[in-house]
Structures are given as C-alpha cells and as structure tokens.
C-alpha cells in the first residue's frame, strides 16, 4: 500500500551531504542511495515502510510503500510517522540559517561557518533509531559501528516485501538475547545496553515521546539514569533523534580534534575545555558540533 507526499526543499539544499549520510554502510541492508535517490526502510508501528524519495530542484517527492495486508487505506497514524521521518532524513528540522547568523562575527567558527552555507543536521529517521545507534558507536570507530549497526538491523528488523531490510522498533529488538548479540561481536556490556534500552522503551516504562508533561530535559535525565547510557549516548541521540538544538558533544573525540585543528594547537582541548568553548554557541551548540564535524573532512590549509 503506498502513500504519495512532497516536502518542500529550501534554497542552497545540500542535497550530497544528505546522500553521504545514508551512504554510510556500503552493504546498504536498509538504506539505498543512487542517481534516483534515497530509499530507507523501517518498522513503525509494526508495519515494513519503506520510504523513497526522489529530488527534484526544489521538492523531494516521496512515496511510503507499507505492507499492510488486509488493510484498503494507509492508516492516517501511520503515515503522519512517515512524513517525521522523512523530514528528520533529509535533514530539515533545524534552520541552519539561524546559526549562519549567530556565529557571523565568531572568532573561532565565525570562517567555518561562512564557508561551508547551508550545512544541516541529517537525522535518523526515528528517536528509537538514533538511540540504539549511539549505544551501537559508543567507544568504537566508525566502520566497526556500522558493520554492528548491520548485524543489528538483520537480527532484530524485518524485510520489506520489495527486499530491502526495515530498521527494527524497540518491540523487535526487546525479544533479543544478549547472546544473539555477543555472538556476532557486540561486547557484553553493548549488547546489555541495548538490550536493556529497547525493553524499557517496549514496556512504556522509558517514554521518548516529548510532550508537556515529558520535555526534553526529562527524557535526558531519564536515558543518564539507564545504566550503559552517559551524557555522549544521550546527546548524540537528541541530535540524531529529535534534531534538538542546543546538544553540547564535549565527550565527542572528533569535535574535540575539530576545535585543536581550528585553535592551532598540538593537542585536543580536553573535555572540560571543550564544554566551556562550546557553551558560547548556546543555544545552537548542535549545528557549531555539526560545522566542527564537516572541518574534519576539508583539507587543512598550508
């Protein structure tokens, strides 16, 4: 059963760095990225989606296909999660223009900034995804994390009828064991973590959903009390999930690498220096992380 929408695409959409982001994992179990476009798939609400988006100059036109046998009418739920998640994978729940203004007359971001326009923050395309995959990173380097995130998606999601893997909801991965993850060369504390997370998100005990009576200031304090869950996991996961603005990733190595190659200096500021040099750009520290993360990938001058 499909579902037809289309969201519009601002001016000077950076349309590659979105490609990247979905291009990560090379193996492409649940996302596709080609000339045509981008496909994702996910479990929302127990059903496969997959969602496929192709651009135009000024629009993305997307097109949710779900399996739902039985049914004769895509359920109005249902596709009110998808046009989230397709907001959230292209990148467009944080105005980058904001920021751009902010940090014009910045000493130390106020060129970078400048000279990368548009950047945005690319999302997961659900709080649950970005979550387990920031316990999924913790301490590990970066094609290790993928090739987990893989084993992850293959053990506790599901296929599409059209082949294509659908990232699993926390009822999915809560039916794992340990074991089923430790055997696949996840530590005992990750899978632990994980496993730990998704039960407490399926029971209803962890709710992510923001609201009046569950800001996002509870829901972090909530994530720091599951144990294997720090303030890295948690901001990484706001960002990733919810696109809050204002995530501080002191603990991250590579922003920490970022601010040493703009300070110009033989080594990384440690983690209480980072906070306090990141705490300038509040309330819009996730997009400073973001621009700090894209300086990595520019050669560096001289």
Partial sequence: ???????????????????????????????????????????????????????????????????LPGLRKFPAALAAQVREAAVNILGLRIDPAEFSAFARDDALLGKLVASQPGLRIVQSATVFEALTWAIIGQQINLPFAIS?????????????????????????????????????????????????????????????????????????????????????????GLLRGYGYADCSLHGDVAIRAALQRLLGEESKPDMARTERLLQQYQPHRTMAAAHLWASLAVPKEG
């Fill in 148 to 236: 987990l995130r893989r084993t992850f998606i293959l053990q506790a999601g599901r296929q599409h009828s059209s082949g294509l893997w659908c990232y699993p909801e926390a009822q999915d991965a809560a039916s794992l064991t340990a074991e089923d993850l430790t055997s696949r060369k996840f530590s005992t504390a990750k899978a632990e973590t994980l496993l730990r997370f998704a039960k407490l998100v399926a029971s209803g005990e962890l709710d992510l959903a923001p609201s009046a009576g569950n800001p996002i200031e509870a829901i972090s304090a909530n994530l720091l009390a599951v144990k294997g869950i720090g303030p890295w996991t948690v901001n990484y």
């Fill in 1 to 67: 059963m499909k579902q037809r929408f289309t969201l519009a695409l601002p001016e000077g959409y950076r349309l590659q760095d979105v490609m990247s982001f979905h291009r990560r994992d090379a193996e492409s179990v649940a996302e596709e990225v080609s000339e045509q476009g981008l496909r994702k798939g996910m479990l929302l609400d127990g059903a496969a989606v997959v969602l496929d988006v192709r651009f135009g100059r000024h629009e993305a036109v997307c097109e949710a296909n779900a399996d």
